[in-house]
């Protein structure tokens, strides 16, 4: 979806801002992501927020507010939503601003920072009160027969940990972007933290042998893990199929990868 600046926004919807924020003195368009219309770091008279947002008859929409439901219940390792505002046609998501750059995996600095995020993350149980798709809906379609109820449990899954997702600042990971909450085995946030390792160019072996710090990988059901391994790896060939683009080609031969790996020892 192609960025749009925070100014060219409906004078409605940037007014809804300036209530939350105080009078705005300069707005710069940041890059990584692409799934938000607008995503802008604003300078305001109350201190500085990232905007992040979509048109309101956008179907994306959905995800926004997912992202909304879910804040409140989301570590300190991922900023906080601050407020959000429909108006002028826009849904808007005022952020803690994160002084940050994107995460780097291949190096072994932010991987530990990123492990430890994903530490503190992997405490927080899906919360009853907020409509989470499952790991059983999400990826149950894609799995052998009878084999989708061992993806299902009741830690709350963050599941993409593509770079641009995680900032880094000071010393320390934040989790950005909440589109897709997910009620499931804690495993699978390592387990999808894997794959955008084998992305940034690590064999499967060694980006296995990386989130086997993360304790529920250690003590995951091999089974479980070959299974979620081949409903992944038919998912991405499917994703791959539609839209061929390099990257996509590459997460689909990456996962095959790690499929291959998995079911060597499940
Ligand atoms: N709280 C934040 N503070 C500073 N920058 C952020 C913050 N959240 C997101 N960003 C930046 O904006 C980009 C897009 O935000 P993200 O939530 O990932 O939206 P998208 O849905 O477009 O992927 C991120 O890759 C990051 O560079
Ligand atoms: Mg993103």
């Not at 201190?47 to 008859?57: E, L, Q, S, T």
């Not at 979620?228 to 061929?244: H, N």
Request: proline fraction near 6%.
């Amino acid at each position: 979806m192609p960025r749009v600046a925070f100014d060219e926004l409906p004078a409605a919807a940037r007014q809804a801002v300036t209530v939350q924020t105080g009078q705005i003195a300069a707005a710069h368009t940041t890059g990584g992501g692409i799934n938000s219309a607008i995503a802008a770091l604003l300078d305001t008279e109350t201190g500085p927020v990232f905007v992040k947002g979509i048109r309101a008859d956008n179907p994306q929409v959905a995800s926004q507010k997912r992202e909304i439901a879910i804040s409140p219940y989301l570590p300190a390792a991922c900023p906080g939503l601050l407020w959000h505002v429909n108006a002028g046609g826009w849904v808007l998501l005022g952020y803690e601003a994160v002084d940050g750059r994107h995460a780097d995996y291949t190096t072994m600095d932010d991987l530990t920072l990123v492990l430890a995020a994903l530490a503190e993350l992997q405490e927080v149980t899906a919360p009853d009160d907020v409509d989470l798709k499952t790991a059983e809906e999400r990826w149950g379609k894609y799995a052998e027969e009878g084999q989708a109820g061992l993806f299902a449990e009741d830690a709350l899954l963050h599941t993409d940990f593509a770079p641009d997702n995680v900032l880094i600042d000071r010393g320390r990971a934040r989790l950005i972007d909440w589109a897709w909450p997910t009620r499931g085995a804690a495993w699978i946030d390592p387990f999808m933290l894997t794959l955008r390792i084998m992305e940034a160019g690590a064999p499967a072996v060694r980006a296995v042998s990386l989130v086997r710090r993360v304790p529920s990988w250690r003590q995951a059901d091999p089974k479980a893990l070959g299974a979620f391994a081949v409903a992944v790896a038919r998912l991405w060939r499917e994703i791959a199929k539609e839209d061929p683009v390099p990257w996509k080609v590459a997460m689909s031969r990456h996962a095959v990868e790690l499929r291959t790996l998995l079911l060597a020892t499940s």
